[in-house]
C-alpha cells in the first residue's frame, strides 16, 4: 500500500524536525512497524537505528524464514506503519537496503520526506449475536482450540475473548496471517495489532479481552466489516421493536 497521495494537507507532514520528532517516539516506545509492499506480504519490525545527521533509519528483521524482506526490498516500494495511541504514522521507506550484522538483518533507508498522521476515529462497535462467529483463527489453527471468540466489532477494530489455557496475542506486535470468519460463508485475511488486555468482569474462568486494531485493511475486507456492522445492527433494532 503506498502513501495516499491524494490526502488532505491537514494529514500530510513534510518538516523534517516534526517527522524526526514522531520517528524518535517510535523508537522510544519500541513501537511495532509493520511493512508492507507490492508483493502483497507484510513483516513486523522495530527500531535500531535513527541518525538525523545522516539522514538513514534502521530496522531490525527478526525470523524470517520466507524471505519476505527480500522480496519486499526487490519489490522496489515499502509501506510501512506504526502507532502511537490512537495516532496511525504511514510513510515510504526509500533506497532501502538489507545489512547484515552480528544482531541479525537490518532494513536500512533514508529518512522520510513526507509523513502522514491520521487520528483514528472511534468507530461504532456491535456485540455479534452467535456463540461461535465472528471468530478469529490463528496461524496454522484450523481447530477450534485455535479460534478466539469475537466480543465485539468495528470497522476499524475488535474485542478477542482469550481463554486462560490459550496464549494472549503480544501487545503491540502486529499479527499477520490470521483469518476472521464473519459466519460460515465469509472469512477475511487480516492482521491486527493488540493493545490491551484486561479480564473480562464477572468471568470466573480467567478468560481474557484483548482489544485490538485493524491494520491497514484493504478495501474489500473494509466493505464486508462495514456490511456486517450494518447488519447486526439492524437486526437488534429489529429484536427490540419485536420485544
Known amino acids: 500500500m503506498s502513501a495516499p497521495e491524494a490526502a488532505p494537507e491537514e494529514f500530510r507532514i513534510t518538516a523534517l524536525a516534526e517527522i524526526t520528532a514522531y520517528l524518535h517516539q517510535l523508537q522510544r516506545e519500541n513501537a511495532t512497524v509493520l511493512l508492507s509492499g507490492p508483493p502483497s506480504q507484510s513483516l513486523a519490525s522495530r527500531f535500531t537505528t535513527l541518525d538525523t545527521a545522516a539522514g538513514v533509519l534502521g530496522l531490525e528483521i527478526g525470523a524470517d524464514p520466507e524471505g519476505i524482506s527480500q522480496a519486499l526490498v526487490a519489490g522496489g516500494e515499502i509501506t510501512a506503519v506504526a502507532y502511537l495511541g490512537a495516532v496511525k504514522l504511514q510513510f515510504e521507506l526509500d533506497e532501502a537496503v ?94 491486527l495489532l493488540p493493545h490491551h488486555a484486561s479480564v473480562i468482569p464477572g468471568d470466573t474462568t480467567g478468560t481474557q479481552q484483548m482489544g485490538c486494531a485493524f491494520v491497514d485493511p484493504d478495501a474489500a475486507v473494509t466493505r464486508a466489516l462495514q456490511m456486517y456492522v450494518d447488519q447486526t445492527q439492524k437486526r437488534r433494532r429489529l429484536l427490540k421493536l419485536d420485544a
Open 98 to 191: 538489507l545489512v547484515s550484522g552480528d544482531q541479525g538483518a537490518v532494513l536500512r533507508a533514508s529518512l522520510p520526506t513526507r509523513l502522514y498522521r491520521f487520528q483514528r476515529r472511534q468507530a461504532f462497535r456491535v456485540q455479534p449475536a452467535g456463540s461461535v462467529y465472528p471468530r478469529v483463527v490463528l496461524p496454522g489453527g484450523g481447530s477450534p482450540g485455535r479460534a478466539l471468540r469475537v466480543l465485539d466489532i468495528s470497522i476499524g477494530g475488535l474485542a478477542l475473548a482469550v481463554p486462560s489455557s490459550e496464549p494472549p496475542l503480544p501487545l503491540g506486535q502486529a499479527a499477520s496471517g490470521l483469518v476472521l470468519e464473519l459466519d460460515r460463508l465469509t472469512a477475511l485475511r487480516v492482521a
